[in-house]
Nanobody
Framework: QVQLAETGGGLVQTGGSLRLLCAAS????????MGWFRQTPGKEREFVAV?????DYATSVKGRFTISRDNAKNTVSLQMNSLKPEDTAVYYC?????????????????????WGQGTQVTVSS
């Protein structure tokens, strides 16, 4: 199983930018579909973005966030621009196996097998 660790969270003002980085160890990321999710207290983990043999974004972040992966460094990043207070959450990266079931369920957190510990993003108004 791959181990994941997120960095790059912090406090930023509305309209600012942050770049989250997910570093993998134990396995190469090339065999995995990689997702970013976020969670606020009392709510279920929410899909943000995915990088597999396609990319996709939640409607709420489309045009503001960009997911990318560097296979040479075994990392996946999430560039977040034009941040809003509603983007405040703990952000998690996740790895999943891109089998047929995955493609039908990639926005669901239950589809992913490995998770990082999360990094807090706070956007002040």
């Amino acid at each position: 199983q791959v181990q994941l660790a997120e960095t790059g969270g912090g406090l930023v003002q509305t309209g600012g930018s942050l770049r989250l980085l997910c570093a993998a160890s134990g396995r190469t990321l090339t065999r995995y579909a990689m997702g970013w999710f976020r969670q606020t207290p009392g709510k279920e983990r929410e899909f943000v973005a995915v990088s597999a043999d396609f990319t996709d974004y939640a409607t709420s972040v489309k045009g503001r966030f960009t997911i990318s992966r560097d296979n040479a460094k075994n990392t996946v990043s999430l560039q977040m621009n034009s941040l809003k207070p509603e983007d405040t959450a703990v952000y998690y990266c996740a790895a999943g196996i891109p089998n047929p079931t995955y493609y039908q369920n990639y926005v669901k957190w239950e589809t992913y097998d490995s998770w990082g510990q999360g990094t807090q993003v706070t956007v002040s108004s």
